[in-house]
């Protein structure tokens, strides 16, 4: 479930994808379901463009800025050049996008608007995708739009201490993670 939105389609999505990889086969193995988690996440990748695309139309060009990371990371490892590629492709859409538009008046004002202002509305729109979990302090844990509040602040991202990018978009944006992080569980505050 810690690859979903915790949303039955999702969870089904997934176990379609096991049965798909393991047709023909008794059972399904360890081997198919993790290649099964391939074809998955490019799904929700595609799935996430298509449910945010009128609210995010630079979607495609804004998630790139996670591709590659680790899967928790902080602001500052959004480096210059990562951030510096993102802008570009933002800056050529024609679009009223939220990001887009922190784009446009950083380069067509006069310097009022910094980078860090670009990061936090990326992050804004990532974690409302679902995309991306923050942490506020050390002592917090993660906040997630389909599990904790739907949006945040630019207060909350800016304190964000760590950043998390969810399970479902591992393998379709390369993300590097560690064997123990694969299968950690998303934190929440329920007690089941």
């Known amino acids: 479930m810690e690859r979903t939105l915790f949303r039955p389609r999702d969870a089904l999505?997934?176990?379609?994808?096991?049965?798909?990889?393991?047709?023909?086969?008794?059972?399904?193995?360890?081997?198919?379901?993790?290649?099964?988690?391939?074809?998955?996440?490019?799904?929700?990748?595609k799935s996430l463009k298509e449910?945010?695309?009128?609210?995010?139309?630079?979607?495609?060009?804004?998630?790139?800025?996670?591709?590659?990371?680790?899967?928790?990371?902080?602001?500052?490892?959004?480096?210059?050049?990562?951030?510096?590629?993102?802008?570009?492709?933002?800056?050529?859409?024609?679009?009223?996008?939220p990001c887009v538009l922190v784009v446009k008046e950083y380069f067509d004002n006069t310097g009022d608007i910094k980078q860090a202002e670009i990061i936090n509305r990326i992050l804004i729109c990532l974690y409302r995708v679902g995309a991306i979990g923050i942490k506020i302090?050390?002592?917090?844990?993660f906040m997630w739009?389909?599990?904790?509040?739907?949006?945040?602040?630019?207060g909350e991202v800016r304190r964000a201490s760590q950043i998390k990018i969810h399970k479902m978009l591992y393998r379709s944006l390369d993300i590097q993670v560690t064997g123990s992080e694969r299968f950690e569980a998303i934190e929440t505050d329920d007690v089941t």
């Open 137 to 141: 302090s050390a002592l917090s844990t």
């Open 145 to 154: 739009s389909f599990i904790d509040q739907s949006t945040v602040s630019r």
């Open 51 to 97: 449910e945010w695309g009128e609210v995010y139309p630079s979607f495609d060009e804004t998630i790139e800025i996670l591709r590659g990371l680790q899967s928790s990371f902080k602001r500052s490892d959004l480096s210059d050049s990562r951030l510096e590629s993102v802008i570009t492709d933002l800056y050529d859409q024609k679009t009223d996008d």
């Open 13 to 45: 999505q997934f176990v379609n994808e096991c049965f798909k990889v393991a047709y023909g086969r008794e059972r399904i193995s360890w081997r198919s379901i993790y290649a099964a988690e391939a074809q998955y996440s490019e799904k929700r990748l």
